[in-house]
């Protein structure tokens, strides 16, 4: 025990010297219009950088077609990723990960990856959690360059009463904000070692796919084929969401889902079939316990550690 441990010496970690955010911008300066490729670099070869922890800071504002202002329109909670069609990661010129749809992978996982604590926090960024959009962590020296690609229109970011205020973002500040982390003198010595000998470097990450599937029949019994790569390995987990008529429709909330009076679902993975017994849903009867304990299980499953 620590309590016994009279001759014990202190201990004081100084791997770390130096922790602290700098801030990149885009090629692109000035306003930013629908379709734009933002490309924001880190060109410094001999930074240790932790993309994991970065963040965006966006400034802009929120207003009808014309310029003018409205008092009628709102973004919906995480309204701001939904401006993005696209994000990614470039390491070396290569595409290390990417996010299609970022508004809905990102809302629909924050539904499942956060506590009440968290979610209250992450008001501050308008519930945009890119630490979950995109799931790589590197500290490599190697040029780094991370890629937005804005959407055609603001309507999905959007929530208002009327659908005849057309909304318009504009969005006039756009940086992307990481930590350089400086070590002590051990640690550089160890880290050079490593990348004088030109040795491998493993990094694991999780990497996301959206599928949508539009154009659904109106019977109440349909199987949906999905295609899935397996470059790396298989599927690890699955999330099911439903909308009803709400994209490109702001008098609605992109951020909300819909149930579908759904009453049984099941996945075929090759041959195997998850979950193992059917989970007979009846919405109606608030009998939905299954899925409910699913929803719940998710953290401990996919992040590893205890649900509060």
Same mark, same amino acid.
């Given at each position: 025990?620590?309590?016994?441990?009279?001759? *014990?010496?202190?201990?004081?970690?100084?791997?770390?010297?130096?922790?602290?955010?700098?801030?990149?911008?885009?090629?692109?300066?000035?306003?930013?219009?629908?379709?734009?490729?933002?490309?924001?670099?880190?060109?410094?070869?001999?930074?240790?950088?932790?993309?994991?922890?970065?963040?965006?800071?966006?400034?802009?504002?929120?207003?009808?077609?014309?310029?003018?202002?409205?008092?009628?329109?709102?973004?919906?909670?995480?309204?701001?990723?939904?401006?993005?069609?696209?994000?990614?990661?470039?390491?070396? *010129?290569?595409?290390?990960?990417?996010?299609?749809?970022?508004?809905?992978?990102?809302?629909?996982?924050?539904?499942?990856?956060?506590?009440?604590?968290?979610?209250?926090?992450?008001?501050?960024?308008?519930?945009?959690?890119?630490?979950?959009?995109?799931?790589?962590?590197?500290?490599?020296?190697?040029?780094?360059?991370?890629?937005?690609?804005?959407?055609?229109?603001?309507?999905?970011?959007?929530?208002?009463?009327?659908?005849?205020?057309?909304?318009?973002?504009?969005?006039?500040?756009?940086?992307?904000?990481?930590?350089?982390?400086?070590?002590?003198?051990?640690?550089?010595?160890?880290?050079?070692?490593?990348?004088?000998?030109?040795?491998?470097?493993?990094?694991?990450?999780?990497?996301?796919?959206?599928?949508?599937?539009?154009?659904?029949?109106?019977?109440?019994?349909?199987?949906?084929?999905?295609?899935?790569?397996?470059?790396?390995?298989?599927?690890?987990?699955?999330?099911?969401?439903?909308?009803?008529?709400?994209? *490109?429709?702001?008098?609605?909330?992109?951020?909300?889902?819909?149930?579908?009076?759904?009453?049984?679902?099941?996945?075929?993975?090759?041959?195997?079939?998850?979950?193992?017994?059917?989970?007979?849903?009846?919405? %109606?009867?608030?009998?939905?316990?299954?899925?409910? %304990?699913?929803?719940?299980?998710?953290?401990?499953?996919?992040?590893?550690?205890?649900?509060?």
């Amino acid at each position: 025990m620590d309590l016994l441990n009279v001759t *014990g010496h202190p201990f004081s970690d100084n791997s770390v010297e130096v922790y602290q955010f700098q801030t990149y911008q885009s090629y692109i300066h000035g306003n930013l219009n629908y379709n734009d490729e933002v490309r924001i670099p880190i060109q410094d070869l001999d930074a240790y950088t932790a993309p994991c922890n970065s963040y965006l800071y966006i400034e802009g504002k929120l207003s009808k077609s014309d310029g003018s202002k409205s008092t009628k329109l709102e973004f919906i909670n995480n309204g701001i990723a939904f401006i993005f069609r696209e994000i990614r990661y470039e390491m070396n *010129g290569i595409i290390v990960d990417l996010v299609r749809n970022v508004g809905l992978v990102s809302t629909i996982k924050s539904y499942l990856s956060f506590n009440e604590s968290e979610s209250t926090l992450l008001q501050n960024a308008d519930w945009f959690p890119k630490k979950i959009t995109l799931t790589i962590g590197m500290d490599k020296k190697v040029l780094l360059i991370l890629t937005e690609i804005l959407i055609s229109n603001d309507r999905d970011a959007i929530n208002g009463e009327d659908e005849s205020e057309e909304p318009k973002i504009d969005i006039q500040k756009l940086y992307w904000r990481i930590p350089h982390v400086t070590v002590g003198i051990p640690e550089k010595l160890r880290l050079n070692k490593i990348l004088n000998r030109n040795l491998k470097i493993p990094i694991k990450f999780s990497s996301w796919r959206l599928i949508e599937y539009s154009s659904r029949s109106a019977t109440t019994r349909y199987t949906w084929p999905v295609k899935t790569t397996t470059t790396v390995e298989t599927s690890r987990h699955v999330i099911i969401a439903f909308h009803k008529a709400r994209k *490109g429709k702001f008098a609605t909330d992109m951020s909300k889902f819909a149930n579908c009076n759904l009453t049984n679902i099941r996945i075929f993975l090759n041959s195997e079939r998850y979950p193992y017994n059917d989970p007979y849903l009846y919405y %109606e009867n608030n009998k939905f316990e299954t899925l409910y %304990e699913m929803f719940v299980n998710f953290q401990e499953l996919y992040y590893l550690h205890k649900t509060n």
